[in-house]
């Protein structure tokens, strides 16, 4: 399917717009993200950055509340996973939507997290809820503040 094949499958399936609307919702959903004029394109035709962007029209194809992203970054580079990480917060604020971001990039969270939670995978519970700088300094679970400090101080 084209970039704009995918973001017009929810919106076929769950909406009653007409073509000529989806279309053009389509073509919106993708110049947000920077990708305007590529909705005939393929995804192995484009870049990783560029397939991340259009995950992220294809998100906001139905105008959710939230937007759940998992590892958004993974396999990006520095400087393109800086560019995502920036569009995420700009979507955020133009959009009013609530992004919950599952990631392990440090960079990424202190770049868009206003609020955070940690969890440990061996307990299986919450070990930590806050702003990311606020728990680097102030988090009484040291595995937290090692996580945040890249293993700096140790736990």
Do not use: F, G, Q
């Given at each position: 399917m084209t970039?704009?094949?995918?973001?017009?499958?929810?919106?076929?399936?769950y909406t009653t717009l007409t073509k000529q609307e989806?279309?053009?919702l389509c073509e919106l959903k993708l110049s947000l993200v920077g990708l305007g004029g590529f909705g005939n394109y393929y995804p192995s035709e484009i870049s990783g950055g560029m397939q991340k962007r259009a995950g992220l029209a294809r998100a906001m194809a139905l105008d959710p509340e939230i937007l759940f992203f998992d590892e958004?970054?993974?396999g990006l580079d520095p400087i393109s996973s800086r560019r995502l990480d920036d569009l995420i917060q700009?979507?955020?604020?133009?959009l009013g939507s609530t992004i919950v971001i599952v990631t392990h990039e440090l960079a990424s969270i202190m770049a868009i997290a206003t609020d955070s939670i940690f969890l440990d995978a061996v307990e299986k519970t919450i070990t930590a809820v806050g702003n990311p700088r606020e728990l680097l300094h102030n988090s009484t679970n040291p595995r937290v503040r090692e996580f945040l400090s890249r293993g700096e101080e140790k736990a």
């Open positions: 970039l704009a094949e995918n973001i017009a499958l929810p919106l076929k399936e989806i279309d053009e958004p970054s993974a700009e979507l955020s604020a133009s």
